[in-house]
């Protein structure tokens, strides 16, 4: 079933606050998790994915399933509605489904309460999500009344159930010795001490001190061209809006791999498109097709 896989990443970094790196990183025993990235309206590969997710779920192989959403649902791409319909038709069953917030979410409902004081979420990727509504606005800057009446024909056409979603959204998601945020955590702040606007929003802080923080950091939020791996964070924002892939990561006990909704054909004979044993990653799979490349 599986292409080439990663094993067990060699220990780097810096050890944090939160003690030290654990030499291997591990799930319970029996669980498969995946975690899908930004996925800002790309309903498609969206659904290539959740389709292969299920699929691999009922394959009767006795693993228990979990899978990650990093958030980012809204914005940018064509079809927010279409996603958040596509998510509300999920049910509990041979998966598990936890669903984050992302930044986008969090603007989206500060857009709801005060459209005057968030005017910004239009050039953030709001105009194509009012247009998935049916909305249609001129390009910003808008005035202030506009702002209020562009609110309110989105509320008028807005299901309650797509307002629920977006308000049960959790901002994290532990299991084993990964934690799941949407754009990563603070260096040198403990675990507990995290704050969900660092979860949101946080960005180069993160990125630029290799650290551990009490678990290695699966999380999306920052574009970048293949999967980054390493033994503290794993990211997997490859840009799906803009032209580049919309990935899932699978973790199991035989390591780490990765499945690509704008490339189903790479499911056919290797579900999984692994990374190189370095801790590189390849610029195509072992069948060919290519991985995450961002345009």
């Known amino acids: 079933m599986f292409g080439r896989m990663l094993g067990r990443s060699r220990r780097t970094g810096n050890d944090g606050p939160n003690g030290k790196m654990p030499e291997t990183l591990r799930l319970p025993d029996g669980h498969r998790v995946f975690a899908i990235g930004d996925i800002h309206g790309m309903e498609r590969p969206l659904s290539v994915l959740l389709d292969h997710v299920e699929a691999m779920a009922l394959s009767g192989d006795g693993m228990a399933y979990t899978c990650v959403l990093l958030g980012d649902y809204i914005d940018r791409g064509p079809d927010s509605r279409g996603v958040l319909e596509r998510l509300l038709r999920l049910r509990p069953g041979p998966v598990r489904w936890v669903f984050l917030a992302g930044n986008h979410e969090a603007v989206f409902q500060a857009f709801l309460d005060r459209p005057e004081a968030n005017a910004d979420w239009l050039r953030f990727g709001g105009i194509e999500t009012l247009a998935s509504y049916g909305i249609m ?64 929003w946080i960005r180069e802080d993160f990125l630029s001190r290799p650290t551990w923080h009490g678990k290695c950091v699966v999380h999306g939020h920052t574009i970048e061209p293949t999967p980054s791996v390493h033994p503290w964070r794993i990211g997997i924002d490859l840009g799906a809006y803009a032209g580049g892939n919309l990935c899932c990561l699978v ?20 579900p999984m498109i692994g990374l190189a044993d370095d801790g590189r990653s390849m610029g195509d799979g072992d069948d060919g097709h290519p991985i995450a490349k961002s345009r």
């Open 137 to 200: 606005v001129p390009p910003p800057p808008l005035s202030p009344a506009r702002l209020r009446r562009c609110r309110d024909e989105l509320l008028a056409v807005l299901p309650a159930s797509h307002l629920d979603f977006l308000a049960g959204l959790q901002s994290c998601f532990t299991i084993g010795d990964y934690m799941f945020v949407h754009a990563g955590l603070r260096p040198g702040v403990a675990l507990e001490r995290q704050t969900t606007e660092d979860m949101l």
């Open 251 to 270: 973790l199991s006990g035989e390591g780490i791999g990765f499945v690509l909704g704008n490339h189903p054909a790479a499911l056919q004979d290797h």
